[in-house]
């Protein structure tokens, strides 16, 4: 035999795994829809353990058993397809490892029924886009436990690395992986909506210059913050426009794209009853940067109060930086927390301190923080929410002040602050002030008479509101 995987799907992501496997020593079958993006793949990229295939049977007749195969196409139907067009020529055994962004409840479905052909279905997040993809992504796969050991080799050595440990690990039964990949997409959105409000107060409020931005950013970058996400964004105020005087920033339109996993992981915890207030704020930040239109017509009309600046330059930006790690405490809690509860839902058996472990190189969300979490989750399994761990315990104790101080600042300037808000919302519900139930349990009672609990008594109550009725 030739080869001992194959990559069905040769497009950016597919090509550079296959690149991957193929620098580790594996022999690298690979197959694309359309002939030419496997022909320019060979002549642009020649390997020699890559072995081009332009027939789906030739492929599978390559390989050594248990065959393997990676499916890196678009997500949704043409999944089915390739599936559809694969399965006639293998045999029980055989493994299919599906890395796209495919929603969990399709990985559960494929799962379960090429199980009962004996085909072994991996639903498997991958990542870190296409560098992460060519040169270590994070990868977690979720299927069969036993069957895993046939592809850990492959997807182990492939995988970023974070202190020698590989970002890959078995993750759960069937939709298990993709389920987590959805919540770090998740996790993302926050992370990033995050980083836009701290810019957007240090730039309208602080008057910060993009220059100060980046050495803000870099220098956050040399703290409790490091990451990824803080990386780039320095870089980014310091990247000049191609054809006008100044950044490229100041130039890019403020509409933000999305593909859709953030609004996934908004959905499913609504579905789950799990607040992620914080993604479902990101997500709802980037549909109202997409009205340009009205926004436009709407800046005339409605007024907005008079920006006020900020006395001491750097000492509001401590406060930023303090507000910003506060927040990113609060959105990974709330990430983690529909994790822990979709785990027992669906009866994963999810271990968040592996999560955490393999997010701390290859993926967007890779931070020095990460270590901080990983360290939570293995110290104590049974911690529901990562904000009563003593560590980010005492980081919302310690920033919580600077947290409120910055969004009072924005709202007051008329900057929207809307996940730093969440973020504030959250800590304190969570930390046991009254939320106002009280009030709407006795409007529940009145209009409704769907009773109340008392504080000083047992049982169940239900109270003649009088005229209350309607
Ligand atoms: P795309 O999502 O753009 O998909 C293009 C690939 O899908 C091509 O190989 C295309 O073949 C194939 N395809 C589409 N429809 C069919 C079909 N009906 N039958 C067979 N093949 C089909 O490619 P990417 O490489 O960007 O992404 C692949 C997957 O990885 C997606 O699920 C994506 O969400 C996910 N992903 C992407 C990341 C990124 O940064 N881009 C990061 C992490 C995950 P053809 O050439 O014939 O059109």
Known sequence: YRTEIGVIGLAVMGRSLALNMADHGFKVGGYNRSREVTENLIKEYPHENFFPFYDMRELVESQERPRKFLIMVKAGRPVDMVIEQLVPFLDEGDMILDGGNSFFEDTRRREKSLREKGIYYFGTGVSGGERGARFGPSIMPGGDREAYEHIAPVLEAIAAKAQGEPCCAYMGPDGAGHYVKMVHNGIEY??????????LLLKYAGGFTNEELADTFSAWNEGKLKSYLIGITADIFREKDDFENGELIDYILDSAGQKGTGRWTSLESLKQGVNVSMITAACNARIMSNQIQQRKMAS????GPERSGIPDKKAFGEAVREGLYTAKIAAYAQGFSLLSHASGEYGWDLDYGRIAAIFRAGCIIQAEFLDDITRAFRKDKELTNLMTDSFFRNGINN???SLRRILSTGIL???????MSQAAAYIDAFRGVPVGASLIQAQRDCFGAHTYERTDREGIFHHDWGQGHV
């Not at 300037?413 to 996940?419: D, K, T, Y």
């Open 413 to 419: 300037n008329g900057i929207p602050v809307p996940a």
């Open 399 to 401: 920033g919580h002040e």
């Open 300 to 303: 005339e009309l409605i007024k």
């Open 190 to 199: 926050a992370d990033m909506q995050l980083i836009a409000e701290a810019y």
